[in-house]
């Protein structure tokens, strides 16, 4: 299975971005998608995740700013960002979770400047 992340980039404070992940290979059964953040010296953190089942977690730092959606036919999961904060800037890393199994994808980096 193999994750390919895009979307990643320079915003300034206050703007949009959007971030999408296509899984691809031998894709059995999501169970779910979504994405992780890493900033410089801080550990990876849950942003968003949204199962097949329907259900949605989000950060507590992240609500109200950002949704998570995806398009199951083509296994892609989204994050469209909106008033992005200089403290959102980090490694966005794509996840997916398929029979019990984690990938990971490579990361797209997303910089908010002030």
């Known amino acids: 299975v193999q994750l390919q992340a895009s979307g990643g980039g320079l915003v300034e404070a206050g703007g949009s971005l959007r971030l999408s992940c296509a899984a691809s290979g031998r894709i059995l059964n999501i169970y779910s998608m979504g994405w992780y953040r890493q900033a410089p010296g801080e550990q990876r953190e849950l942003v968003a995740r949204?199962?097949?089942?329907?259900?949605?977690d989000y950060s507590d730092s992240v609500k109200g700013r950002f949704t998570i959606s995806r398009d199951y036919a083509k296994n892609t999961v989204y994050l469209q960002m909106t008033a992005v904060k200089p403290e959102d800037t980090a490694v966005y890393y794509c996840?997916?979770?398929?029979?019990?199994?984690?990938?990971w994808g490579q990361g797209t980096l997303v910089t908010v400047s002030s």
């Open positions: 949204k199962s097949t089942g329907g259900s949605t």
């Open positions: 996840h997916a979770m398929i029979l019990g199994d984690h990938f």
